[in-house]
């Protein structure tokens, strides 16, 4: 396309760049087929049938609370889930829903005391398992490793994988922004109930802002240009990051005070209903993922995690792509998802 | 050091600027990430924060004291409500969890009766044979 061609080209590629993002709450997320397993408040548990189902532990995927769990079956295609069910596991999703008003005073110990093991009993009933295989993701990552550092041995989850989970956060963007004196966080949440997720969702993409902000939609415009956008990939993506579930006020006053203010998880201080979240309780076979180019959860945030379980049997992919393109990414399905089914797979027997 | 779109003689006017373009843009994002990572924008942050945070506070406060002024159910009268279903919910989960670990005990003891049972007419057998 020489020159010419090329300006003259801008009018119908500006027209189309404005149409994919205008248009992107269309795309269809979370698409393949599931079962509602179990309710309780706005938690949900879904289960995805697999019929090629050869691996008797379930899978139950664990996401965080400041973005859907589609996450993890994002597109036809190019989705987790479905990469799961042709390798043979039954996979159930744990899907803590839109929170509202009335759930402000849902603290973090509803999630790891109550939500999560509720999750995995059921998910143990429906597949008629003893064990299940924990998968968290984020905040999920670390709501898993709180449940496993309080249940120890005890817990049913047979395999833990931890995909970048924040335990250490001493040197974390985060730590210097809501960790510092002048951050009320007591005052944010006797204000509001729930933290709106856009609030959350802003402030994380404040870590790079013109990355965020700019880039990315300048990337689009430029791939209509040059016709090599994919329409389907990009809209999948915008519309799953621009769905922010609000924060419940006492589960983000808990979340800043003991992982940035205090620093507890990794110390070994954090106390829930009187337990203390010890993560040298954690014997599970063990699988730490961190991703390189990780703005959110560096490497440095996970790695203490390995010094500190008891596990004998703990391994660490460390793979290219941010916090998120490293499960939903164009190169996941190559240099992600193969390891992971490998790795669960070589523990999911009888 | 010397400027990568110079050195391949090939690329034309457009793709040079793109690189210029690219280039600055690179240089720009930098600059910012190192700017939000700064102690100033930091407690920036953090006051922004609070001064939203209490605007829209005095706002919804304004709004509910105006519907309540109007005998009419206002969000804080809602979420009450939501509150004590969500208390119900809870306490209705751990009874269905103990019927069902209940019903599971009895399931087992039926099966270990059946089982006691069926073997005894086959040991009654065997000792008269």
Known sequence: ?350 | MADPAAREPTATPEEQVRRLYEGAETQTAKAMEQLVAGQGFGELLARMTENVVALSKVGSDVGDLVLRNLRIAGRGDITRLARQLNRTEDKLELLLQRIEELQDELNRERVERATKSAAKPVRATARKS
Request: proline share 5%; net charge negative.
């Open chain 1, 1 to 350: 396309m020489n020159a010419l061609e090329s300006i003259a080209r801008l009018p119908a590629s500006a027209i189309e760049t404005a149409n994919i993002m205008l248009t992107a709450d269309d795309a269809k997320i979370g698409a393949a087929s599931r079962d509602v397993i179990w309710t309780h408040r706005k938690t949900t548990l879904y289960r995805y049938r697999s019929n090629k189902r050869k691996h008797p532990v379930p899978v139950l995927l664990v996401f965080a609370l400041i973005n859907r769990a589609d996450i993890f079956d994002l597109r036809p295609g190019h989705s987790f889930v479905e990469y799961l069910l042709d390798e043979g596991f039954d996979v159930y999703l744990l899907d803590w829903g839109v929170p509202d008003d009335e759930d402000g005073e849902t603290g973090l110990d509803y999630y790891v005391c109550d939500a999560l093991p509720w999750g995995m009993r059921e998910a143990q009933r429906s597949a008629g398992s003893d064990d299940v295989s924990l998968v968290g993701w984020c905040i999920g990552g670390a709501l898993c490793a709180m449940h496993t550092g309080i249940e120890g041995a005890d817990s049913p989850a047979r395999n833990l994988v931890l995909l970048t989970t924040p335990i250490d956060t001493s040197d974390s963007l985060y730590t210097s922004w809501v960790g510092r004196e002048s951050f009320d966080v007591d005052f944010i949440a006797e204000s509001w109930p729930t933290v709106p997720g856009r609030s959350v969702d802003f402030a994380n993409k404040l870590m790079k802002p013109v990355t965020n902000f700019w880039t990315t939609n300048r990337r689009l415009a430029q791939g209509v240009h040059d016709g090599t956008a994919n329409r389907e990939a990009h809209q999948a993506m915008a519309k799953w990051v621009a769905d922010n579930p609000p924060f419940p006020g006492r589960a983000f006053r808990e979340w800043v005070t003991w992982m940035y203010k205090q620093n507890q998880l990794v110390r070994g201080r954090m106390r829930l209903r009187g337990e203390r979240v010890d993560l040298g309780r954690i014997e599970q076979n063990l699988l730490v993922v961190t991703a390189g180019a990780d703005h959110i959860t560096p490497r440095s945030n996970t790695m203490p995690l390995l010094d500190l379980v008891r596990s004998e049997d703990v391994t660490h992919f460390d793979r290219p792509g941010g916090h998120i393109g490293l499960m939903a990414g164009s190169r996941a399905r190559k240099e992600t998802w193969p390891g992971l089914a490998n790795w669960l797979a070589q523990r999911s027997g009888p």
